[in-house]
């Protein structure tokens, strides 16, 4: 008996020549088949976020690299990673990396497919022969399976956090100089510049008065104190001290698909859905 290869953290065991486990293989198969869901509610979500949003990039074929140079500054900005250390190719859009694998692989198992690559297809092509062929490239040694699942899982976690950022406003405090009598006041609302690729632009705006408005260091100097009690989103750590979840404990609720990933804040650290990892703490008190 051998350790699956294809998660570091996972230790099941399997039988030779396997290297994958079943649990790893059925995860990175299930992901396929949300992305190529997903991938079909983009040009829905690019309506109602509007056309120069994240969700109209991904509902288009945009996987070209002058599109790709461009779009530089935004991935920059939301994972905190510098642009010159970013890969050549589109590393979130899912035409960019799943037909990019569907090349590779057909070159390397000598196959040939004459139509027009598509999301779709290439979900189509992984999922061939029943399965069988998936289970074929994630048990070969000469393939590297594991980093095809973290670009898969990642590619995933972008589109899930792009269809709840496009729905849901990132909420934060009560508006401060709103607060009526009894203390009631709308949360403040953050509204990017997606210009600013440094953040410093970015503001969090009254929903009632827009002449209430923060920047991002006002707000956490002089609002920021409620912050984490209002947050739809916070990372492992604020989380812990907010709620006491442990974050071991949060990140073992996400892997189980218990508590969803919602993408990263601007220095790139994993955001986790705040009324999920609450529910999932009442569950088990």
């Given at each position: 008996?051998?350790?699956?290869?294809?998660?570091?953290?996972?230790?099941r065991e399997v039988e030779p020549p396997e290297?994958?486990?079943?649990?790893?293989?059925?995860?990175?198969?299930?992901?396929?088949?949300?992305?190529?869901?997903?991938?079909?509610?983009?040009?829905?979500?690019?309506?109602?976020?509007?056309?120069?949003?994240?969700?109209a990039y991904l509902a288009g074929p945009a996987?070209?690299?002058?599109?790709?140079?461009?779009?530089?500054?935004?991935?920059?900005?939301?994972?905190?990673?510098?642009?010159?250390?970013?890969?050549?190719?589109?590393?979130?859009?899912?035409?960019?990396?799943?037909?990019?694998?569907?090349?590779?692989?057909?070159?390397?198992?000598?196959?040939?497919?004459?139509?027009?690559?598509?999301?779709?297809?290439?979900?189509?092509?992984?999922?061939?022969?029943?399965?069988?062929?998936?289970?074929?490239?994630?048990?070969?040694?000469?393939?590297?399976?594991?980093?095809?699942?973290?670009?898969?899982?990642?590619?995933?976690?972008?589109?899930?956090?792009?269809?709840?950022?496009?729905?849901?406003?990132?909420?934060?405090?009560?508006?401060?100089?709103?607060?009526?009598?009894?203390?009631?006041?709308?949360?403040?609302?953050?509204?990017?510049?997606?210009?600013?690729?440094?953040?410093?632009?970015?503001?969090?705006?009254?929903?009632?008065?827009?002449?209430?408005?923060?920047?991002?260091?006002?707000?956490?100097?002089?609002?920021?104190?409620?912050?984490?009690?209002?947050?739809?989103?916070?990372?492992?750590?604020?989380?812990?001290?907010?709620?006491?979840?442990?974050?071991?404990?949060?990140?073992?609720?996400?892997?189980?698909?218990?508590?969803?990933?919602?993408?990263?804040?601007?220095?790139?650290r994993q955001l986790y859905d705040v009324a999920?990892?609450?529910?999932?703490?009442?569950?088990?008190?």
């Open positions: 008996m051998t350790e699956c290869t294809a998660r570091a953290s996972c230790a290297i994958t486990c079943p649990v790893c293989l059925g995860r990175t198969r299930s992901n396929l088949d949300k992305i190529a869901y997903l991938a079909t509610q983009m040009p829905v979500e690019a309506i109602y976020a509007g056309i120069n949003s994240e969700a996987a070209d690299p002058t599109t790709w140079s461009a779009r530089r500054v935004y991935v920059a900005r939301t994972t905190g990673v510098m642009q010159a250390s970013l890969e050549d190719d589109d590393p979130w859009h899912p035409y960019s990396v799943l037909t990019r694998w569907q090349m590779m692989i057909e070159e390397d198992y000598g196959l040939r497919d004459t139509r027009k690559m598509t999301i779709s297809g290439a979900v189509a092509f992984f999922a061939r022969d029943d399965g069988r062929f998936l289970h074929r490239f994630a048990n070969d040694p000469e393939q590297d399976f594991p980093l095809f699942a973290r670009e898969v899982a990642a590619c995933l976690t972008h589109l899930e956090a792009v269809i709840h950022d496009s729905r849901v406003p990132e909420l934060g405090a009560p508006c401060p100089e709103c607060s009526d009598e009894a203390g009631f006041a709308d949360r403040l609302v953050k509204r990017y510049v997606d210009e600013d690729p440094t953040g410093a632009s970015d503001r969090w705006v009254c929903p009632v008065d827009p002449g209430h408005y923060w920047s991002e260091a006002d707000y956490r100097m002089r609002v920021g104190a409620n912050y984490l009690a209002y947050a739809a989103v916070l990372t492992a750590d604020q989380i812990r001290d907010q709620y006491r979840i442990a974050p071991g404990t949060l990140r073992r609720w996400a892997a189980e698909g218990k508590v969803t990933k919602r993408g990263r804040d601007g220095h790139g999920e990892a609450r529910g999932m703490r009442e569950v088990i008190a």
